[in-house]
């Protein structure tokens, strides 16, 4: 398969989700086109994101303030901060399971979402936009959920791809109740730990936006990389 053959479509025009009075469009990969570990993996590395079933990449007149971001897992370093994180959850236990929509960890999205993003599109949440969103995929012999359960009460569920030069984030849901224990920044270091222990070069975070106070939690990452369109770019910390 060759990637200049593939076929796209464009969305029409809507409402950007992070920068007010901006208009949104994105070009996707043809729901009826094949797609290999080969080309997702190619895909990956010009800036494309999976969601669902749908490779996608932001394709706005006049603006290019999504940026792609990874982080290089050959040189990483973490910080004190970052080592507290994972030194405060050594008493989690953390499994690889297939994407399935069970009671348990429905109830754990539906409550993240319903407490921490009531204002966002996921809003209110189903179980149908759930399989949807998480668990269906082009790829899907590529996904995993990566659980971290206290003894038995799942607290957060990190579902990522597994790519040949890394693994790609897709979304991470948890507990609200357990703040102190900063369960997504965990979630985004124990891939990174992981990633290095299994020698894997990247651990991709999908978009940042420098103007999204959303998304400035990856800039955390250093060091960080950013696609410009072109190639990829070390992004100095902010």
């Known amino acids: 398969m060759d990637i200049n053959t593939l076929v796209f479509h464009a969305t029409p025009e809507h409402n950007c989700s992070y920068l007010e009075n901006r208009q949104s469009r994105s070009i996707f990969l043809s729901p009826e086109q094949a797609l290999d570990e080969s080309i997702y993996m190619q895909l990956t590395d010009i800036g494309f994101r999976r969601s669902g079933k749908h490779i ?5 007149e006049g603006c290019g303030e999504c940026k792609s971001v990874r982080v290089p897992l050959s040189n990483y370093k973490e910080s004190k901060s970052q080592k507290r994180v994972l030194k405060r959850n050594n008493d989690l236990q953390v499994s690889f399971e297939l994407p399935s ?4 960890i429905y109830a754990l999205y539906e409550r ?6 009531s204002d966002g599109d996921m809003y209110p ?8 969103f998480l668990c269906d995929s082009p790829s899907s012999s590529n996904t995993r959920f990566i659980c971290f359960r206290l003894d038995k009460k799942l607290l957060a569920v990190a579902v990522v791809d597994m790519l040949p030069a890394g693994i790609s984030a897709i979304y991470t849901f948890f507990d609200p109740d357990y703040h102190a224990r900063s369960l997504g920044r965990l979630a985004v270091l124990w891939q990174i730990r992981w990633g290095k222990s299994q020698k894997m070069s990247f651990v991709y975070l999908g ?5 999204c106070q959303k998304m400035s939690y990856k800039t955390e990452y250093q ?4 696609f410009d369109g072109v190639d990829w770019q070390t992004l100095a910390p902010l």
């Open 56 to 60: 996608y990449r932001p394709w706005c």
């Open 101 to 104: 929509v069970t009671d348990e």
């Open 112 to 117: 993240y979402i319903c407490q921490r993003h």
């Open 125 to 132: 949440p189903s179980m149908a936009q759930f399989e949807d």
């Open 207 to 211: 978009y940042w936006i420098k103007e």
């Open 223 to 226: 060091p960080l990389e950013v």
